[in-house]
């Protein structure tokens, strides 16, 4: 979801859940230099953004009012009061047009445009009109999309997959869909079949193999077969943890993020104010409202500033 979305999240703790665990994993952008690979991560200075690899190497000048990571070669980035697109040098590509932009997934990228989403390609022309309240990135060549009060799924030539029908929805991973029908999540196939039947409060989607689900009172991460892994370790009034990535998940305790493994054990104190999931080697942390990213050990790359 875009912007306008996080805006509700304390409102709305699905959204939020959409964002941070529902959402593709981030890549951030690879740029050749003397044989090897570069990678670029936003970061904020002096109340601009720019981007730096990972020794934290100032790459693009922070010149941006807001960016995000890079993704097919592109990242959104905010330019005065739109959203624009940058290539891995920091130039333009795509011109300031849209109130809000995401990532490139599967080759389009989610956009606004006065409180209606759609997709554009690399070039910047939309290939799906703007004409959803509301919407999530391409994955595994399905979206899911809200018009008229109603979600549904839909392919890249905008075709309504009638077998998905449900009454809240999120986007496909690992070949599964999180979807609730009559109040309770599972997860269903491409062909709308259940995998997991519904059984959760709610359900986050797959990544490197755990989902996160709330069960009566408690959370947990289930596997694909719908079994649970690591269970009743975070209790409702915490519900704030990210998918896993890299091997950790990023979690709330006592008003404060750190970092758990797989068995739920905290391998990175909490001590943040807020926790990205983990993303070639680097998470993005903030401190006092100031970004900074840390390393798998908790050390700083790029202190916050």
């Given at each position: 979801m875009l912007s306008h979305s996080r805006r509700r999240v304390v409102a709305h703790l699905f959204i939020f859940l959409t964002l941070f665990v529902f959402s593709p994993i981030l890549l951030p952008a690879q740029v050749?230099?003397?044989?090897?690979?570069?990678?670029?991560f936003p970061i904020k200075q002096k109340a601009k953004w720019g981007y730096i690899d990972a020794q934290g190497t100032i790459r693009i000048?922070?010149?941006f009012e807001n960016a995000r990571s890079?993704?097919?070669?592109?990242a959104p980035v905010q330019i005065e009061t739109q959203w624009g697109f940058i290539d891995a040098k920091g130039s333009l590509v795509i011109e300031p047009q849209f109130d809000d932009a995401?990532?490139?997934?599967?080759?389009?990228?989610?956009v606004r445009?006065?409180?209606r989403h759609g997709y554009i390609d690399q070039q910047g022309r939309f290939v799906i009109n703007p004409v959803f309240e509301e919407a999530s990135p391409f994955a595994e060549g399905l979206a899911a999309v809200k018009r008229r009060g109603e979600w549904f799924f839909i392919d890249k030539k905008m075709q309504r997959n009638k077998q998905l029908a449900f009454d809240m929805i999120s986007g496909f991973a690992a070949g599964m869909a999180p979807v609730r029908q009559e109040r309770l999540w599972g997860y269903v196939d491409a062909k709308g079949k259940w995998t997991i039947k519904p059984r959760f409060r709610y359900a986050g989607r797959f990544h490197e193999g755990f989902a996160l689900v709330r069960e009566k009172r408690t959370f947990g991460f289930i596997d694909n077969r719908g079994r649970f892994v690591i269970k009743d370790t975070f209790p409702v009034a915490s519900e704030k943890i990210s998918r896993f990535s890299e091997g950790l998940a990023a979690m709330r305790r006592d008003d404060h993020w750190g970092y758990i493994d797989t068995e739920g054990t905290f391998v990175i104190e909490p001590k943040f104010d807020w926790?990205?999931?983990?993303?070639?080697?680097?998470?993005?942390v903030q401190v006092d409202g100031?970004?900074?990213y840390i390393n798998r050990e908790g050390a700083w790359i790029w202190a916050p500033q």
């Amino acid at each position: 979801m875009l912007s306008h979305s996080r805006r509700r999240v304390v409102a709305h703790l699905f959204i939020f859940l959409t964002l941070f665990v529902f959402s593709p994993i981030l890549l951030p952008a690879q740029v050749p230099e003397a044989g090897k690979i570069i990678e670029l991560f936003p970061i904020k200075q002096k109340a601009k953004w720019g981007y730096i690899d990972a020794q934290g190497t100032i790459r693009i000048t922070p010149q941006f009012e807001n960016a995000r990571s890079f993704s097919q070669g592109l990242a959104p980035v905010q330019i005065e009061t739109q959203w624009g697109f940058i290539d891995a040098k920091g130039s333009l590509v795509i011109e300031p047009q849209f109130d809000d932009a995401d990532y490139f997934t599967e080759g389009l990228a989610l956009v606004r445009i006065c409180e209606r989403h759609g997709y554009i390609d690399q070039q910047g022309r939309f290939v799906i009109n703007p004409v959803f309240e509301e919407a999530s990135p391409f994955a595994e060549g399905l979206a899911a999309v809200k018009r008229r009060g109603e979600w549904f799924f839909i392919d890249k030539k905008m075709q309504r997959n009638k077998q998905l029908a449900f009454d809240m929805i999120s986007g496909f991973a690992a070949g599964m869909a999180p979807v609730r029908q009559e109040r309770l999540w599972g997860y269903v196939d491409a062909k709308g079949k259940w995998t997991i039947k519904p059984r959760f409060r709610y359900a986050g989607r797959f990544h490197e193999g755990f989902a996160l689900v709330r069960e009566k009172r408690t959370f947990g991460f289930i596997d694909n077969r719908g079994r649970f892994v690591i269970k009743d370790t975070f209790p409702v009034a915490s519900e704030k943890i990210s998918r896993f990535s890299e091997g950790l998940a990023a979690m709330r305790r006592d008003d404060h993020w750190g970092y758990i493994d797989t068995e739920g054990t905290f391998v990175i104190e909490p001590k943040f104010d807020w926790a990205e999931p983990f993303n070639k080697g680097l998470a993005m942390v903030q401190v006092d409202g100031k970004v900074g990213y840390i390393n798998r050990e908790g050390a700083w790359i790029w202190a916050p500033q």
